[in-house]
């Protein structure tokens, strides 16, 4: 059990608010995900990750990477861990070429039907012991030889009809679009997923409990900065958070336009 978040701009920002002064900070869900977290980013357009096999909150680098990991699309995980020792390569997200990808669930059963459908060539990519990285490599062999919807779609389906799961969760981006997948099997009030839009535009702004979190958020809408932010938990109480429907693919693209796919 986990928990996730994402984000995609317009152009490059920081997670500095959502991380350390929303009304629920993203560092404050390390308090019960105490095994790892890490957070992945894109510069001169190239994937970078950086993670821990410790507390987000017990960081010396959280204050850091927040306010000068600036990217267009960012997404991170703390992760509480249910296979795998706590440790660097056990740490989400997972990086293959210029995808990213983070997962909250479980894989329960039948693990090695899933790891014998994986061919050598993706499977000697796998580091760590995590049923999560061989679920995003599995992912990926579907993507590269079918397409992101079809891959996904034929990667899903595999994993329903032959494997118990709590939840597939997860995050997934190739740098140009984010993709967010709600499909939890069980306990589906825990396994959420949340969306917000926040654009200028709309000249949306709430009276926020801090005077210094309300002038950040009147400073990004000042630089006409518009995002997508997505996370396991709504991080604000004044602002309008949709929840993703269970069994629901969310991409969005570089335009900010969403589209779901049932999957």
Known sequence: MC?????????????????????KPFKDL????????????????????????????????????????ISNI??????KATSGSR?????????YKNWLFAHNGSIIDNIESLRKAITPEYMQLIQGETDSETLFIWLMQNIELNGVIDGLKAGLKFIEECLSYTSLNFLLT???????LRKARVNPDYYSLYYLSRD????????????????????????????????????????????????????????????????
């Open 200 to 263: 200028p535009e709309r000249g949306e702004m709430f009276e926020y409990k801090s005077k210094q979190t309300r002038q950040l958020i009147l400073s990004k809408l000042l630089n006409e900065e518009k995002a997508i932010i997505i996370c396991s938990e709504k991080l604000t109480s004044e602002e309008n958070w949709t929840p993703i429907e269970n069994n629901t693919l969310l991409t969005v693209d570089g335009n900010l336009k969403i589209s779901a796919t049932r999957l």
């Open 87 to 95: 440790r660097f390569e056990n740490s989400h997200p997972f990086q």
């Open 174 to 180: 190739d740098g140009s679009k984010l993709y967010a």
């Open 30 to 69: 390390g308090s019960e995900n105490r095994d790892g977290w890490g957070i992945g980013y894109y510069e001169n357009k190239i994937s970078k990750v950086f993670k821990e096999p410790q507390r987000i909150d017990k960081s010396s680098k959280i204050e850091e990477i927040s306010k000068y990991c």
């Open 3 to 23: 928990r996730l978040f994402g984000l995609i701009a317009n152009k490059p920002v920081d997670v500095e608010f959502s991380f350390l002064k929303a009304d």
């Open 74 to 79: 960012i997404i991170s995980h703390v992760r």
